[in-house]
């Protein structure tokens, strides 16, 4: 193993490149990958303030077994609380806490950790605030062995500038932070919209979905997960997966699913539907405005959940009557002229003129368009 001055001083300037620039941590990973002669190399974060897990990434990290560990197998990691117990940039060496025995009885490693053969972590916190503990650690084969004295030794002069970088970008690895902007953004839709990690985790549900989920047992959050009656939304939690697996490899097939939604329809087995549309959204393609993790955005049509059009909104906007207002909430939900006479027991005619009245007060001049206008007004109005 070369650790001289200038090797020392290119992983340096490889640290700093990447507090400069989130994006060339991968270089700084699987640099020292090589040099350590490490399996793997991986860095992860926990947001503090969201209570979540809210970056992972490394080098030479199986996809499948990285998407495991995010949507379970970090639950029952008895490394982790070693590590969080730590003082920062303390090693912790796993072998020397997790002995055989252990190992041997431990679902842990026996159903995640040894059959992707990673026996050995050497880990460290880098930082541990109130806003993130981010934490470093390498990998190591059974047939590797623990990290070696010379490797450790090496790792220990790069902490110092390892911490620093991360406490300069920490920013990158702070999910709630991020994920505001989107959420802020998905609150004013007026359409149910839930955000998710692509394993069911629920992130954000605006007031919509909030109204949806009391209308309606076909869906519900159980334990701060996404659950549907039947399990009839498995298949959809597994094409997400499948999804996030994609872009995680750099998949051609991940650029056939980039900016589509996808449809599920859900039934209680008797009239009551639900419609989902999904779309997983990788951070790159928004910004990072939901977090450093693809994100599911999950829309629901329900007829019971459908928005509800406040009748003070249509006159403080337009001037309708009360008639009028209840003419265009009619319209809003589907019905023709027709049954909207029935509806308020009124003549046909008389719902034909309340239309032209209102036509012209909205500046429309179709169905389909004061439609449009209607299903896209803001859910409160705030008068000056």
């Not at 002069?157 to 920013?171: F, I, K, N, S, T």
Request: contains cysteine; hydrophobic residues 40%.
């Amino acid at each position: 193993m070369q650790t001289d001055s200038v090797e020392f001083d290119r992983f340096v300037h490889l640290i700093y490149g990447a507090a400069e620039d989130a994006s060339r941590w991968r270089d700084f990973y699987e640099a020292i990958r090589l040099i350590t002669g490490s399996e793997s190399v991986h860095m992860l974060a926990l947001d503090r303030r969201a209570q979540t897990l809210s970056y992972s990434d490394g080098a030479n990290l199986p996809v499948h077994g990285e998407l495991a560990y995010i949507q379970h197998y970090r639950f029952i990691d008895p490394r982790m609380p070693l590590i969080l117990g730590a003082s920062t940039q303390k090693w912790i060496h796993c072998h020397e806490h997790l002995d055989d025995e252990f190992v041997a009885n431990d679902p842990f490693h026996q159903e995640f950790l040894l059959p992707y053969d990673r026996r050995y972590m050497s880990a460290c916190k880098l930082v541990d605030g109130g806003d993130a503990t981010v934490i470093f650690s390498t990998l190591r084969t059974t047939a590797q062995g623990p990290m070696p004295a010379e490797s450790v030794a090496f790792l220990d002069r790069l902490l110092p500038h390892l911490a620093r970088a991360a406490r300069m970008g920490l920013r990158n690895f702070i999910h709630s932070t991020q994920a505001l902007v989107g959420q802020m953004l998905v609150s004013r839709l007026r359409q149910p919209v839930i955000l998710m990690s692509p394993g069911g985790d629920v992130m954000h549900a605006n007031e919509a979905a909030n109204q949806l989920l009391a209308s309606t047992d076909l869906i519900s959050i159980v334990n701060g997960k996404v659950q549907f009656a039947g399990r009839q939304g498995e298949p959809l939690i597994r094409r997400c997966s499948e999804i996030e697996a994609f872009l995680k490899a750099d998949d051609p097939r991940a650029e056939t699913c980039r900016g589509r939604f996808e449809s599920a329809q859900l039934t209680d087995g008797n009239s009551s539907t639900l419609y989902a549309f999904f779309t997983v959204l990788p951070p790159q393609d928004v910004m990072g405005s939901f977090g450093l993790r693809p994100v599911v955005m999950l829309l629901f049509y329900h007829p019971e959940s459908a928005p509800v059009i406040d009748s003070s909104l249509l006159y403080a906007v337009f001037g309708l009557t009360p008639a009028e207002s209840r003419v265009a909430s009619l319209l809003a939900e589907g019905l023709s002229l027709k049954e909207i006479a029935v509806e308020q027991g009124t003549k046909h005619d008389t719902v034909r003129k309340q239309l032209r009245s209102i036509f012209q007060k909205t500046s429309t001049n179709r169905q389909p368009e004061l439609v449009r206008l209607l299903l896209h007004l803001p859910r409160d109005l705030v008068q000056a």
